[in-house]
Each structure stands twice: as structure tokens, then as C-alpha cells.
């Protein structure tokens, strides 16, 4: 159960946050152009995102800068190994036919395409996530025109360095071929227990503290207000199975 004193807390940011914002707090003369209310990314929160730092630019020369975005656009890494059993990550662009079909079909794929990517470059990596000590939790923004300002978090984080060559290597072509299909159980599972972060914390009721009962109603109630009913959640599975997702069989980068 919250403390009261906790409850009194976020009550009253809710508060604070009705107010209107006429300057800046700690640089005078410097008033507010625009006011667009902040609220966690419901719609998208369910993905986990990444943030990845590449040493140097990773988009390929010689390509014109339209070029080069609809390649970085469409663009994964794959942790990988070499036959010395050491693990790397390959950076892969589209093949020439898959840039050939997005710009037809758009960005999405049907089920049971396969779409190939070529391996660009090579890297050795580096990730944290938030069970890794010292890791500082991140946020990034989203602007939607006529709704708002929407955060989401940055769960992990990657460092990529480039690998040097190894004499006597291969410079053998890589070839990652990419299948659709619709996510599974677990998978669903997996979103449903992401999204339920953004659920309001419910106080237990105590017999010998009535009041904490009443409490969290009324907290419940304020966030309502603020980030609207959560009548809909009853309907979270149900629309989750009439919902056509894709999600790629390779294998994500894990720590």
C-alpha cells in the first residue's frame, strides 16, 4: 500500500499541473509560446524500444542522402557469431527487391513474406538495460498534432563500436532473410504485462486503516481525470487477438 503522504503527493502535482504556465521558472523574461499536456504513450507502450549508439554515422557512402534515409529507415541488427565462435552484431540494409516492395506496398508487410537484407558492416557491442547497475533510465517524446506531447521509455541501451577485420577472414555476403507472422501467446502476454505499468497503483483495503480504502478511490479518480477512463481494459485482450500484428523471428539482442 502507498503511504498517505505519497497520495498527498501526486494529488497535488495533479493539481499543480491545472495551473497556467506564464514563465519560465528560473529564466525571467521567457514566457510560454505553447502549453500541450504530457501523458505516457498508451498506444505504444506495450513495445519495449532501444536506444542504439552507433560509434560513427552507419549509413553506407556513395549513396545520395534520400538514399541513405530510406536505407537507415528500414535497417536492423542481428547478434551474430563467427565460426570462431565469437559474437558480433551485423548491420543489415535492405536488399535492392525489399526497398522495391516497401516503396510499392509501403511499410508494412503481409504474412509469410520474405524479405532479404544484406549485412553492411560489423560491430562489437555493448548493452545495459535497467537491472544493469548505474543505468540511467531514459525517455523519449512524441508529438501528436491535436492530442498532446506522449513519452515512452528507453528500456535499453546499445553501444556499437566497429569490428576490425580479422586476417584471413571471409569477405563472404551475408544474406538475412526476414519472415512475418503473428505474434503468440507469450508475446501478447509480454505487451499486456508492459502496458499494465501504466495502470494506477490500488490501495489494499486494511481493516484497521478504513480510510486507505477511500484513499485510493479518490486517487483512482484523479488520474482518471487526468489520463481518462480505464473502462476499456476489459476489452485489452479481446482486441489484441482481432488485432493482425507482425513480429520477425529473428531474435532481438539480449544482454
Known amino acids: 500500500a502507498l503511504p498517505i503522504s505519497q497520495i498527498d503527493a ?32 498508451f498506444d505504444m507502450w ?13 549509413a553506407l557512402p556513395g549513396r545520395s542522402e534520400k538514399e541513405q534515409l530510406e536505407e537507415m529507415s528500414q535497417a536492423t541488427i542481428r ?3 563467427d565460426d570462431e565462435k565469437e559474437q558480433f552484431v551485423g548491420f543489415f540494409v535492405p536488399a535492392e527487391e525489399t526497398k522495391q516492395k516497401r516503396r510499392v506496398g509501403g511499410d508494412l508487410a503481409e504474412l509469410g513474406d520474405n524479405d532479404e537484407y544484406l549485412m553492411a558492416r ?23 498534432e491535436g492530442e498532446g506531447v506522449f513519452y515512452n521509455e528507453l528500456e535499453t541501451r546499445v553501444r556499437l563500436n566497429k569490428r576490425r577485420a580479422k586476417k584471413g577472414a571471409s569477405a563472404g555476403l551475408s544474406i538475412l532473410t526476414v519472415n512475418y507472422r503473428d505474434i503468440n501467446e507469450d508475446e501478447v502476454k509480454a505487451q499486456h504485462d508492459r502496458l499494465s505499468q501504466l495502470d494506477p497503483p490500488v490501495l489494499e483495503e486494511d481493516d484497521d486503516e478504513p480510510g486507505d480504502f477511500a484513499i485510493a478511490e479518490k486517487q483512482k ?33 539480449s544482454d
Open 10 to 41: 501526486i494529488e497535488r502535482s495533479f493539481e499543480a499541473a491545472k495551473k497556467p504556465v506564464l514563465r519560465h521558472h528560473t529564466k525571467p523574461g521567457v514566457t510560454a509560446k505553447e502549453v500541450l499536456p504530457l501523458f505516457p504513450d
Open 46 to 58: 506495450k513495445f519495449p524500444y532501444a536506444h542504439v549508439v552507433f560509434d560513427t554515422d552507419p
Open 122 to 144: 560489423e560491430y562489437n557491442w555493448s548493452v545495459k538495460n535497467k537491472l544493469t547497475k548505474g543505468y540511467e533510465e531514459n525517455y523519449f517524446f512524441l508529438v501528436r
Open 221 to 253: 479518480a484523479a488520474l482518471a481525470d487526468v489520463f481518462g477512463s480505464s473502462d476499456e481494459d476489459d476489452d485489452d485482450e479481446g482486441d489484441d487477438k482481432n488485432q493482425k500484428e507482425k513480429s520477425s523471428d529473428s531474435e532481438s539482442l
Open 79 to 81: 547478434g551474430m557469431e
